[in-house]
C-alpha cells in the first residue's frame, strides 16, 4: 500500500465522518444557541430545557437527514470491504 492510497483512505474516512456527523452537530449547536438566547433573554436558567431541546434538534436532523447519512454510511463501507485486498498487500 502506497503512502498516497493510505492518505486517500483517510481522507475518505474524515470526509465521511464530517457528513455523517456534520448535520446531527449543527442541529443541536443551533438549538442550544437558540435556547441559550431565549434563556438569557427571559432569565430562566433550566438546565433540562436546553437538554431536550437540543435532543429533539437531533432526532429531528437524524429523521431528516437519516437516509442520506445512511446512503453515505453504506458507500463508505462498501469501499472499505472492497479495498480490504489493496490494504492488506
Not at 483512505?9 to 448535520?23: N, S
Request: glycine share 8%; proline share 3%.
Amino acid at each position: 500500500m502506497s503512502p498516497d492510497y493510505a492518505l486517500a483512505l483517510l481522507q475518505g474516512l474524515l470526509q465521511t465522518t464530517l457528513m455523517i456527523a456534520g448535520p446531527l452537530l449543527a442541529a443541536a449547536l443551533a438549538a442550544g444557541v437558540f435556547v441559550g438566547v431565549i434563556q438569557t433573554a427571559t432569565q430562566i436558567n433550566e438546565a433540562s430545557l436546553g437538554y431536550v431541546v437540543k435532543v429533539g434538534a437531533t432526532i429531528l436532523a437524524l429523521l431528516l437527514f437519516g437516509p442520506v447519512i445512511a446512503e453515505k454510511l453504506v458507500g463508505y463501507t462498501r469501499h472499505s470491504f472492497e479495498s480490504v485486498a489493496t490494504v492488506v498487500r
